[in-house]
């Protein structure tokens, strides 16, 4: 790019990941005009001009660099046709994501590549799978594949929960993703999430992070896309992660490439570190959501270099430098979520908790005039760094003025 002229990005999504991907490439010096694609978020579109999802393809020629962050559009193949018009794209093609969209895919890879992950059989009919479950015995996890909303997959403890899970899978309360079972072997362990960044060739790990899933304090309640995160993950040394590296994620990338398959954009390793070593329970194509919000906070080099840098194959020069100290993000969500919830309601309050020294990253809002609404589940997370970030988050936090808004109180405890 030219010094005389600063970078045009566009970052495809519209929820809290995607402000935190903008409020970080925003950072770089290099960077002018942000742009973002997808529905309405008052945090983004504070900064950054909105054109519709359908509009990206047409749209995108303008931009010296395309970030993809769901995994909608990359398992649709956006990467791919953004990449067949010439364009710098972080983000893998559609072939690359099916490491998130299909299970059955992963494990063949791991299989290949003698990643060490969760015993496992794949099955195409309930009868198999009955079969299957009468040889592995309880305790089992029930994996529906493909897509299924982060709603495909059931711990069974007992035999008889198996079977209803597989009856679950295979009656279509998953629609098609249910119609492929992977039944595995239960893995007992602490759980982290490795980030790692490739270009096709090069690859490096990013941070770590933990995520908490279930909806209420004390992990209770159903899961949920992510009520909060902590980066790095505490009490995981880099040994363990440097081994993760070595035995789970580069092994993955490799085995990809030696199938024609180029993987360009953030690999996502979520871990379970077992007596044996770390274990893999599930790759996912694109950042974490929340745990993006509190990994680049900490990211003390330029964002917009990195991504351009994997997008283009240079991601072994690129600098890549984060602060030492941790960053916690606490999701707020609309009072019901997971299940149905209200929006418009009016948020107050945000001014003042990033004067208490926190990030706000807006998901589910929008502008009406003056006010902030909430307009969906997860809404937004605030997020602080620093020596004692927990204790920051929570007291920037008691600013948010929004009776119908919920947050779990453990993050990070
Ligand atoms: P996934 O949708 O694959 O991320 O799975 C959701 C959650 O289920 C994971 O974060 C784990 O907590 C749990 N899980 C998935 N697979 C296993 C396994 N083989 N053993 C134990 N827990 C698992
Ligand atoms: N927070 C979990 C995920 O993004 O998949």
Redesign the pocket.
């Known amino acids: 790019m030219p010094s005389s002229r600063r970078a045009k990005v566009l970052v495809v999504g519209s929820g809290g990941r995607e402000h935190a991907l903008c409020v970080a490439l925003a950072a770089s010096p290099q960077v002018g005009e942000i742009a973002f694609a997808g529905g309405e978020n008052a945090g983004l579109e504070a900064m950054a001009e909105r054109i519709p999802a359908e509009a990206v393809l047409d749209r995108a020629g303008a931009f010296d660099l395309v970030v993809i962050g769901p995994e909608a559009p990359l398992s649709e193949g956006l990467a791919d046709r953004l990449r067949a018009a010439g364009l710098n794209v972080f983000g893998p093609s559609a072939a690359a994501a099916e490491v998130e969209t299909s299970k059955a895919f992963t494990k063949a890879i791991c299989e290949e590549a003698g990643i060490p992950t ?1 015993r496992f059989t794949v099955c195409d009919s309930e009868a198999d799978a009955l079969a299957a479950l009468a040889r592995m015995g309880a305790p089992l ?1 029930v ?1 529906a594949d493909g897509l299924a909303a ?1 709603k ?2 059931i ?1 069974a403890d007992t035999e008889a929960a198996a079977r209803e899970a597989i009856g679950l899978c295979f009656s279509g309360t998953f629609g098609a993703a249910g119609a492929r079972v992977v039944l ?4 007992e362990g602490p ?1 982290v999430s490795l980030f790692a960044l490739s270009d096709g060739n090069t690859v490096r790990a990013l941070a770590s992070a933990r995520d908490y ?1 279930r909806a209420f304090d004390g992990d209770h309640g159903p ?1 949920t896309g992510g009520m909060g995160a902590i980066s790095p993950a505490p009490g995981v040394s880099d040994a363990v992660l440097d081994e993760a590296m070595d035995t789970i994620v580069r092994p993955a990338i490799a085995t990809l490439k030696a199938r024609g398959i180029d993987y360009v954009g953030v690999l996502y390793a ?1 871990l ?1 570190l077992t007596a044996e070593g770390p274990k893999l ?2 790759f996912n194509a694109r950042f974490g959501d929340p745990e993006c919000q509190a990994i680049l906070p900490r990211l003390t080099s330029d964002f917009y270099e990195l991504c351009l840098a994997t997008a283009t194959g240079r991601l072994a020069d690129a600098p890549l430098a984060f602060s030492p100290d941790s960053a916690v993000a606490v999701v707020v969500a609309a009072a019901g979520y997971p299940g149905p919830v209200a929006r418009g309601e009016p948020i107050g309050g945000l001014a003042a908790i990033e004067a208490a020294g926190a990030t706000v990253y807006h998901a589910g809002t929008r502008r009406e005039g003056d006010e902030v609404l909430s307009n969906g589940g997860r809404v937004l997370a605030a997020v602080a760094t620093g020596p004692d970030p927990r204790t920051k988050v929570y007291e920037a936090l008691d600013h948010l003025d929004w009776p119908g808004g919920r947050l779990r109180t453990d993050i990070a405890s």
């Open positions: 969760a996890v994996k982060g495909g997959v711990i595995e072997e239960k893995l759980e899933k899961n979520g379970m329970i599930e």
